[in-house]
């Protein structure tokens, strides 16, 4: 993480973007979706406490609502726009099929968190996806669904190896 700082560089999904006059409090939530034009990440609690607004910075899954926009210029930060071209779309597609998708608000920062997990461990047990996306609430779906479709990717991607 860098210096606060009101001109930085944010680098999306490989993309470059310059921003200036970032007041010292923006969130990267704010910045990505009002500067970047990226809405996939969603607010809602906007306290770090629904996982609605997971993006990944260096390879860390963090809440863009609580990370300060200027604090990770120079980082490499993935949306859940950027997911599916950096070969997730597969994550993706498990939602679908499963049925984890419903109202849909939670998915974004699910897919991030979801893709995150697999790739530090990508064989995971159920309790170890229930764990790992301890931090995203749905609302909808009941979890079911969603654990149901992270480890239908696991098992996949381990039988297209
Ligand atoms: S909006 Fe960031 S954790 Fe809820
Ligand atoms: S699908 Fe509606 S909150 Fe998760």
Not at 22 to 39: I, K, N, V
Not at 131 to 136: T, W
């Amino acid at each position: 993480m860098r210096r606060v700082e009101s001109e930085c560089s944010l680098t999306v999904n490989g993309v470059e973007h310059a921003v200036s006059g970032l007041h010292p409090g923006e969130s990267l939530l704010d910045a990505l979706r009002e500067r970047c034009g990226l809405r996939g990440s969603k607010g809602a609690c906007e306290e770090g406490e629904c996982g609605s607004c997971t993006v990944l910075v260096d390879g860390q899954a963090v809440c863009s609502c609580l990370t300060l926009a200027a604090s990770v210029s120079g980082c490499s930060i993935v949306t859940v726009e950027g997911v599916g071209s950096s070969g997730a779309a597969d994550l993706q597609e498990a939602f679908l099929r499963a049925g984890a998708v419903q109202c849909g608000f939670c998915t974004p920062g699910l897919i991030v968190a979801a893709d995150a997990l697999l790739s530090r461990n990508p064989h995971p047990s159920l309790d170890e996806v229930r764990e790992g996306l301890a931090g995203n609430l749905c609302r909808c779906t009941g979890y079911g669904r969603i654990v149901e479709a992270v480890l239908d990717t696991a098992g996949q991607r381990r039988s297209q190896r």
